[in-house]
């Protein structure tokens, strides 16, 4: 149950466009199409951005895109603003019925 | 409204047992999976463990498989986790989340265990 692939940081200047990729296995990215996205402001708790790779929750913003390739999911976020500033986390379910999530992005606007 | 109120955390020896609470409310409880997760202080998010609608499916992550028990209570709409021979690494804020179709769209506010002598 190895945690799913995510760069510690990426950064970006407002109204810039940044991609965070997560990196699995066939046994979970590549095998469904349970893929999540996690936004965490400090203190916070998770909020849901991205269900079903691509599928963006009510309320969440359009700025705020999933896709897939192969066994790496990717989270963009477009016109980046000052309250996108937050941990990112990703998540898939597996083929053992389990859940993973990613180590983590810290996403800083410069 | 959707709401997920945990409670039963606190501070317990290396060793020692916590029973964690999930009161659910706002939603029909018994038609969703449910889980604990779990984030150690200033590190990410881990899953712990799944329970199905029903009861009849649970899985765990290794790190807690035969230390860790989830369970829940359809009538009084609540999830549980009992944890035994707990260690100092399992010290975290645990939350329980609601899913569907693999996603956690709901969450609780989460309690705060910790495992120290």
């Known amino acids: 149950q190895s945690a799913l692939t995510q760069p510690a940081s990426v950064s970006g200047s407002p109204g810039q466009s940044i991609t965070i990729s997560c990196t699995g296995t066939s046994s979970d990215i590549g095998h469904y199409n349970y893929v999540s996205w996690y936004q965490q402001h400090p203190g916070k708790v998770p909020k849901l951005m991205i269900s079903?790779?691509?599928n963006r929750p009510s309320g969440v913003s359009i700025r705020f895109s999933g896709s897939r390739s192969g066994n790496t999911a990717s989270l963009t976020i477009s016109g980046l603003q000052a309250e996108d500033e937050a941990d990112y986390y990703c998540g898939s379910y597996t083929t053992t019925s389990t859940q993973l999530f990613g180590g983590g992005t810290k996403v800083t606007v410069l | 409204e959707v709401q997920l109120v945990e409670s039963g955390g606190g501070l317990v020896q290396p060793g020692g047992s916590l029973r964690l609470s999930c009161a659910a409310s706002g939603f029909t409880f018994r038609d969703y999976s449910m889980h604990w997760v779990r984030q150690a202080p200033g590190k990410g998010l881990v899953w712990v463990s799944r329970?199905?609608?029903?009861?009849?499916?649970?899985t765990y992550a290794d790190s807690v498989k035969g230390r860790f028990t989830i369970s829940r209570d359809d009538a009084k709409t609540s999830l549980y986790l009992q944890m035994n021979s707990l260690r100092v690494e399992d010290t975290a804020v645990y939350y329980c989340?609601?899913?569907?179709?693999?996603?956690?769209?709901?969450w609780g506010q989460g309690t705060l265990v910790t495992v120290s002598s």
């Open positions: 329970i199905n609608s029903g009861g009849s499916t649970i």
């Open positions: 079903e790779v691509t």
């Open positions: 989340a609601r899913s569907r179709e693999g996603a956690f769209e709901r």
